[in-house]
């Protein structure tokens, strides 16, 4: 399993900070999966009830995660196994809670958002 993620390019007030930030987001979601075996397959979403943008000023509407299978990479078959590539998608907290309730699911968010690209600015399509 690899972990993908699209950033849209903005006016940060500093772009390596952000690319930081969500690398060390990464990172920890990669920690999880070490450590407890969790995996995060594709049309999934990632709702923690955290209200913070996961930007690095914390300002962002986007607070959680969707993932898709990777809209560039396709899986793999090698002789060490399967590599499949899932692609994190930022969402706002008002699209998490309606993921989590059951108002819609992942594919038809994605279906809404219409595109697989994180911006920390729009809002929710909720």
Do not use: H
């Amino acid at each position: 399993m690899e972990f993908t993620f699209k950033l849209k390019k903005d006016n940060y007030v500093d772009e390596e900070t952000e690319i930081k930030c969500i690398c060390g987001l990464l990172q920890q979601i990669a920690r999880i999966t070490f450590k407890t075996g969790e995996i995060f397959n594709s049309f999934e979403f990632l709702y923690t009830g955290q209200t913070e943008g996961v930007d690095s000023r914390k300002i962002s509407n986007i607070t959680g995660f969707i993932t898709i299978p990777d809209t560039n990479f396709k899986t793999l078959n090698t002789e060490n196994g399967k590599v499949e590539f899932v692609e994190f998608i930022g969402v706002t907290d008002a699209e998490l809670k309606a993921l989590n309730n059951k108002e819609i699911t992942v594919k038809e968010l994605y279906e809404k958002l219409g595109s697989d690209i994180t911006n920390y600015n729009r809002d929710s399509v909720i």
